[in-house]
């Protein structure tokens, strides 16, 4: 399996900017549809972005649609999470996660077999 580690978490005001990124390592990114979740006190985890392995579908949650954006560097075994405009309802854990080829990018936790440890994401107000 593919190994995941983010970085990029830290503390920002309400109207802020962060810029999370996931390094892959172990196989090739590009055999991967990837995603990322978050996960607040007390909530499931929720999907936040996905990104297919190719780039060009991605999908987001509607809370941060306009607001968020996915991308990925296959040649760097990267992905990213631009996040503007944040809000302090966006204050969670994001996790990085990646699922195999056999089906189209999908938004359940389910689906995805390899995970990150997780960077911690704080908007105050």
């Known amino acids: 399996q593919v190994q995941l580690v983010e970085s990029g978490g830290g503390l920002v005001q309400a109207g802020g900017s962060l810029r999370l990124s996931c390094a892959a390592s172990g196989r090739t990114l590009s055999n991967y549809h990837m995603a990322w979740f978050r996960q607040a006190p007390g909530k499931e985890r929720e999907f936040v972005a996905g990104i297919s392995w190719s780039g060009l579908t991605t999908k987001y949650a509607e809370s941060v649609k306009g607001r968020f954006t996915i991308s990925r560097d296959n040649a760097k075994n990267m992905v990213y999470l631009q996040m503007n405009s944040l809000k302090p309802e966006d204050t969670a854990v994001y996790y990085c996660?990646?699922?195999?080829?056999?089906?189209?990018?999908?938004?359940?936790?389910?689906?995805?077999?390899?995970w990150g440890q997780g960077t911690q994401v704080t908007v105050s107000s």
């Open positions: 996660a990646a699922s195999g080829l056999r089906r189209t990018l999908q938004m359940d936790p389910g689906d995805f077999t390899s």
